[in-house]
């Protein structure tokens, strides 16, 4: 399977304000005073924005001993030794990458083999700070709104967007067939952190489980970096 590249939210500030009038007058003759007073106007106390968390720098130890270990995945799958690269740098439709990502790790998990085999792959990559993170996330999402077809390692390769429920700070799926084989990917931004989590079968790739280890990928490393 293809190792591809991996949102800040917006703060809404409310204001609100009060006033309150009188008025009165005076005559030649006593006049019963007339009085108006208008209640003061209420509105909801406007809600403080919470602070946007703070995500440490993590070395390549610490980053790696965030990735989701073994116990983590679906009945059935066992570690892969044989693959213990931090992934290429291709990209989709090879774009041209804002930043590079300073530490880069990697876990691969499988079950089954033959044309029943699935892999199970989660990884990291951490770049300087969150702004270089969210404009490689902002540049890969771009990127996906026209890529349709590629081709990686003389393999064609045919891309389609996949829906995935909101996680981390911006999220997004992607859906990759080659060579009869079906690759599922889930994106997601938190702080200077891309995480990924795909899956992969000749014969079966479950979006719900990249959903589901991706949403668990990203508690994981946000507990590991809280600042």
Same mark, same amino acid.
């Given at each position: 399977?293809?190792? +591809? =590249?991996?949102?800040? *939210?917006?703060? @809404?500030v409310v204001a609100t304000s009060l006033a309150l009038t009188g008025c009165g007058s005076e005559s030649p003759r006593p006049q019963p005073a007339a009085s108006d007073a208008t209640a003061p106007s209420t509105a909801p106390a406007p809600v403080p924005t919470p602070p946007a968390p703070? +995500?440490?720098?993590l070395d390549k130890p610490a980053l790696t001993? @965030?990735?989701?270990? =073994? *116990?983590?995945?679906?009945?059935g799958y066992s570690e892969d030794e044989s693959d213990s690269s931090d992934g290429s740098d291709k990209t989709f439709c090879n774009y041209r990458q804002p930043h590079v990502a300073k530490v880069k790790v990697s876990k691969s998990y499988q079950k089954g083999g033959g044309l029943s085999a699935q892999l199970i792959m989660v990884s990291l990559r951490q770049y300087d700070g969150p702004e270089q993170a969210k404009a *490689?996330?902002?540049k890969m999402a771009k990127t996906l709104e026209t890529c349709r077809k590629d081709t990686s390692d003389g393999q064609?390769?045919? +891309? @389609?967007?996949?829906? =995935?429920? $909101?996680?981390?700070?911006?999220?997004l799926g992607v859906r990759i067939e080659l060579q009869g084989a079906t690759a599922l990917q889930g994106f997601a931004l938190v702080g200077p952190t891309l995480v990924a989590v795909g899956t992969a079968g000749v014969l079966n790739a479950d979006a719900d489980e990249v959903a589901d280890l991706l949403g668990k990928q990203?508690? $994981? +490393? *946000?507990? @590991?970096?809280? $600042?």
């Open positions: 399977m293809p190792r +591809y =590249l991996i949102g800040i *939210s917006m703060a @809404a703070i +995500y440490r720098i001993k @965030a990735l989701l270990p =073994l *116990s983590a995945m679906p009945t *490689s996330f902002d064609k390769v045919t +891309y @389609a967007l996949m829906n =995935l429920p $909101g996680i981390g700070e911006k999220s990203v508690d $994981g +490393y *946000s507990t @590991a970096a809280a $600042g």
